[in-house]
């Protein structure tokens, strides 16, 4: 939110374009797709739409790749001029909610009433962050995405601890881990979203999701909630432990280089995204394969409210259609939802990636991949969660969540406390 998130990725500027299918610039009159880079996901995001390509000579998508803080970045300014891809891509909820109210995406109800089969594919819990006012304005598509406490299992076995199993058991490893030359966590601090998956759960497991889904409501002065006060602190008290890498503020998500701490054995444990497991596979050597990496959900705090089953996160990814296209280019990219999107390849190789396709029956597929055991936790998480909270930068509004990462950057700062966030916060709840 992160997401919230899909892939992780380096600071701006594109990584392509890359445009399958076709090179003219406009898609040759065809549709427009933009979406993430980095591997495993870009491939299958790419692969998807040559298949679809391949299907359909005459109405063909051009599809143009960039890294993640600068398609955020570049898709608000295209929508807003009017210029926006054909398809756009994202995560759903307070950013679609800004898209919905300016005109600037079609509804999709309609079209899924006619094509009930296909809604009835999808796991029911991924159209909440798609639909607006009760009615439906993207296509859920790819996986589901919770948050995942990551640990180097290398690392425990060098000062003879195990996983972290309560809030008090993470502060008692900090000091452990720094006296063996280990940093507690791997941080991409620069990215400000990577701090705010620490928040979510802070917030969840102290008050449980009625505390930000007051903020979300637009309940006057929500961020004062002691819960939040409370959650707000014990954040700066991990920091001021050095519970995370050194420089972490200068770290970026977009690079995986705290992925890489990880990996490297430089730091213990990582809180980050489903979606990351792929690329360690990928680039981490044998740390995957190798057994080395450990997961759990986020553990419970001593006292707190919070059902220790609820998890945060992306509860899957988001496909609109540009009000602006054309009347082919919004054809072309009906079929494309209809067919190839999450059609059983896509499905297929979404597992392959070591996620978890927002497709029921998906686990069916798990049992003859390499990654069975991770993908079966996730699919757990994702199923049996009480709660799963869409990233929150990704609930609120383009403008809330701005101010919002800002804030967080300057809370893990230590620039500004737990009392002047809330303050900060609450001028802009229903903003």
Same mark, same amino acid.
């Given at each position: 939110m992160g997401l919230p998130l899909g892939a992780a990725l380096a600071a701006c500027g594109s990584s392509g374009p890359t445009r399958p299918g076709t090179t003219s610039g406009d898609g040759g009159g065809g549709a427009t797709y933009w979406y993430l880079s980095t591997q495993p996901q870009e491939g299958v995001r790419t692969r998807t739409v040559e298949r679809f390509n391949k299907a359909n000579p005459n109405g063909q998508i051009a599809g143009t790749t960039f890294q993640n803080d600068a398609f955020k970045t570049k898709i608000k300014t295209a929508i807003g001029a009017g210029q926006a891809p054909t398809l756009i891509w994202g995560w759903g909820g307070g950013t679609l909610r800004s898209y919905v109210q300016a005109g600037q995406v079609e509804d999709l109800t309609s079209w899924f009433d006619q094509n009930a089969t296909l809604k009835d594919r999808l796991f029911p819990s991924s159209f909440g962050a798609a639909t607006i006012d009760d009615k439906i304005y993207a296509m859920p598509c790819e996986t589901m995405q919770p948050i995942?406490?990551?640990?180097?299992?290398?690392?425990?076995?060098?000062?003879?601890?195990?996983?972290?199993?309560?809030?008090?058991?993470?502060?008692?490893?900090?000091?452990?881990?720094?006296? &063996? @030359?280990?940093?507690?966590?791997?941080?991409?601090?620069?990215?400000?979203?990577?701090?705010?998956?620490?928040?979510?759960?802070?917030?969840?497991?102290?008050? @449980?999701?009625?505390?930000?889904?007051?903020?979300?409501?637009?309940?006057?002065?929500?961020?004062?909630?002691?819960?939040?006060?409370?959650?707000?602190?014990?954040?700066?008290?991990?920091? &001021? %432990?050095? @519970?995370?890498?050194?420089?972490?503020?200068?770290?970026?998500?977009?690079?995986?280089?705290?992925? %890489?701490?990880?990996y490297t054995g430089k730091a213990a444990m990582m809180l980050h995204g489903g979606w990351t497991y792929g690329s360690m596979k990928q680039d981490g050597g044998d740390f995957v394969s190798g057994g080395n990496l450990g997961y759990i959900n986020f553990p419970p705090i001593d006292g707190g409210k919070g059902d220790p089953t609820n998890t945060v996160g992306n509860p899957g990814q988001y496909m609109s259609i540009s009000s602006k296209a054309t009347p082919e280019q919004k054809e072309i990219a009906k079929k494309f939802f209809a067919t190839e999107l999450m059609g059983d390849q896509a499905v297929k190789e979404w597992v392959a990636t070591g996620a978890v396709p927002i497709v029921k029956g998906a686990d069916k597929e798990f049992a003859s991949s390499d990654d069975a055991e991770f993908l079966n936790f996730v699919y757990n998480i994702a199923v049996n969660a009480k709660t799963f909270a869409q990233s929150w930068d990704q609930a609120l509004s383009p403008t809330a969540a701005e101010v919002l990462l800002d804030n967080i950057a300057k809370l893990f700062q230590l620039s500004i406390s737990p009392k002047e966030f809330a303050t900060n916060m609450n001028a802009v709840i229903g903003k």
């Open positions: 995942v406490l990551y640990y180097d299992k290398r690392a425990f076995d060098k000062i003879g601890a195990q996983p972290p199993q309560s809030w008090g058991d993470i502060m008692d490893l900090v000091p452990k881990f720094n006296a &063996k @030359g280990i940093a507690p966590f791997a941080l991409g601090g620069q990215s400000r979203w990577t701090n705010m998956m620490w928040l979510e759960f802070l917030f969840d497991r102290l008050g @449980g999701p009625e505390v930000f889904q007051a903020v979300f409501d637009a309940e006057k002065d929500a961020w004062n909630n002691p819960v939040a006060i409370d959650a707000l602190g014990r954040m700066q008290e991990l920091i &001021k %432990a050095d @519970g995370f890498i050194k420089g972490f503020s200068s770290i970026t998500a977009d690079s995986n280089a705290d992925q %890489a701490l990880l």
